[in-house]
């Protein structure tokens, strides 16, 4: 049998720099499937410290984009159901005027009442509105109905009268970045909505009785109501304006950030491919002498 030479030593270095080779390129096929450096913070070295910071940083902000987006969907439905609150308020004001100065009839009169008496109930149920499980003119007592007529019954045109409402006095605000925060909406205790389920109560009480002076202080009442009542949707407006501004601020840093995060952790994956080219060759080289080391024997080193 003839005698190998002895080649242990060398033969260890090339297989164990084989090794090293398929490792890489077991690594790099993963970088080519994924476009990821690395799968874990692990293989990520000195970067991982502030990939995690980011990432964390990133779901913050999409946190404060979100909680601002919900915030400004409630702000919408509050706007749109104002809308109507001023269209009902736009219309019994005018039915009042028309009615002032005219020989009005007990038939009139309660035809305009009855007007007055669902319009109540209407503003009411505008403002008793749920969303998504809340009661938006409630306040911070979002599960409880804000408007209850059960027992509403003003006094006169003149006493301000708010035991109607049902919630408390809290203005609801959202977390919208790490140092600011946004107070939104309103509640159904508002004044300007305690004018106009007073002006439209004493309109519902109308009668044969009722003279031109007083129905021109309910006319005045409804004026003013309707005032106030769009002055306060003005505010949701630039309320809903100053959302949308900060969920498009964190928008843009999210992007910021997840370019950041592309540069810390996605690969060129035709770069990588091109080297695992290079790498596979490299391979192929190596273990042809490694076989070719394994095959020597004395003879063949002697000749």
Do not use: C, W
Not at 42 to 68: F, I, Q
Not at 197 to 222: F, H, P, Q, W, Y
Not at 226 to 234: N, P
Request: charged share 20%.
């Amino acid at each position: 049998m003839a005698m190998r030479v002895a080649t242990f030593a060398m033969n260890e270095r090339m297989l164990s720099a084989s090794l090293r080779t398929q490792a890489k390129m077991s690594e790099m096929q993963i970088q080519e499937a994924t476009g990821q450096v690395s799968t874990d913070y692990g293989g990520l070295g000195n970067s991982a410290a502030r990939v995690l910071d980011l990432e964390v940083s990133l779901a913050r902000s999409k946190t404060y984009a979100s909680a601002a987006e919900e915030a400004n969907g409630r702000v919408q439905v509050m706007y749109d159901q104002m809308s109507t609150m001023t269209d009902l308020l736009t219309e019994l004001r005018g039915r009042v005027t028309a009615a002032i100065g005219t020989n009005s009839t007990d038939t009139s009169d309660e035809s305009l009442a009855t007007a007055a008496t669902s319009a109540l109930e209407d503003l009411a149920g505008l403002l008793n509105v749920r969303y998504e499980g809340r009661y938006l003119f409630a306040g911070s007592a979002t599960t409880t109905l804000p408007v209850d007529l059960e027992s509403y019954d003003p006094a006169d045109l003149t006493t301000e009268d708010t035991s109607y409402y049902q919630g408390n006095g809290t203005i609801t605000s959202v977390q919208v970045s790490s140092e600011r925060s946004i107070a939104y909406g309103v509640t159904a205790g508002n004044p300007a909505f305690e004018e106009m389920m007073r002006a439209v109560s004493a309109l519902s009480k109308v009668d044969g009785n009722t003279t031109d002076a007083e129905m021109e202080e309910i006319s005045t009442l409804l004026v003013s109501a309707l005032d106030k009542v769009t002055a306060v949707q003005s505010g949701l407006s630039l309320s809903s304006a100053a959302l949308e501004r900060a969920s498009a601020a964190e928008q843009e840093y999210q992007s910021y950030v997840s370019s950041s995060l592309t540069g810390l952790t996605g690969v060129d994956v035709a770069a990588v491919t091109v080297q695992l080219t290079a790498y596979e060759t490299q391979l192929q080289a190596s273990y042809a002498a490694v076989a070719k080391v394994q095959g020597l024997s004395l003879l063949d080193y002697l000749r």
